[in-house]
């Protein structure tokens, strides 16, 4: 039987006075972080985020929201203390996805389908050269941006899993690919990657360590 990673799907565009009662459930470190954002909506989103990753494993576990513990790993990545499961947020305009994950190290990444990006430019930049023809073959724009956004989602969840920071991984591999091979930190193990189906506007992806195959099951938020 294959494994299961469930992700769930966060509107962070609450009413911000609805928004507030979050505020109580998180720790020290998260409301730090909250008020490090200029823009009050990206202060909301953040809260809105981590509040309800906080009420989902609070809801699994049993355990009262604002008693789980977190513990920043190698590479800055927040883990769940103990033996529970596995944990990846991720968040960007106005939708935030939690993956979790029995047993395996997950990954998620999500992307809004942003006006002013230049995909071409970008690929061009930072992917490998077959990756950008493909990103530049789109026939417009909007195919453009729509085939960077999927890879990037590929790439940025794989770097998830290997515990990777900064823009090395945006050279791995990931077209046609579901198997990937991080660039740093440099490894034997391949990570199995799959698509995320999210609202329209956004793309996104998840990945597990290792090969093995997996389903995902999506949910949704509801407070």
Not at 58 to 63: A, F, K, N, S
Request: contains cysteine; neutral net charge; proline residues 6%.
């Amino acid at each position: 039987m294959s494994d299961r990673v469930r992700v769930w799907m966060i509107r962070t565009d609450t009413d911000p006075a609805a928004t507030e009662r979050y505020h109580g459930l998180l720790d020290q470190s998260e409301l730090r972080h909250a008020a490090d954002f200029l823009r009050e909506r990206d202060r909301l989103r953040y809260i809105i985020a981590h509040a309800a990753r906080r009420l989902i494993l609070g809801r699994e576990l049993d355990v009262p929201p604002r008693e789980l513990a977190f513990t920043a790993g190698a590479n800055g990545k927040p883990e769940l203390n103990g033996d529970g499961p596995r944990t990846s947020l991720a968040h960007d305009g106005t939708l935030a996805l939690l993956a979790v994950a029995p047993r395996r190290a997950v990954g998620v990444d999500v992307r809004q389908l942003a006006e002013g990006l230049n995909p071409v430019d970008m690929s061009q930049t930072y992917f490998l050269p077959f990756e950008a023809r493909y990103v530049a073959g789109g026939h417009d724009l909007l195919e453009q941006t729509d085939r960077y956004a999927r890879l990037w989602t590929r790439k940025e969840a794989a770097a998830k899993v290997a515990g990777s920071v900064g823009w090395a991984n945006t050279r791995a591999a990931v077209l046609q690919r579901d198997l990937v091979a991080c660039v740093e930190p440099a490894a034997p193990h391949r990570h199995r990657v799959a698509p995320v189906p999210v609202p329209a506007g956004y793309r996104a992806a998840v990945a597990l360590f290792g090969e093995a195959p997996f389903r995902v099951e999506v949910a949704a938020f509801e407070g």
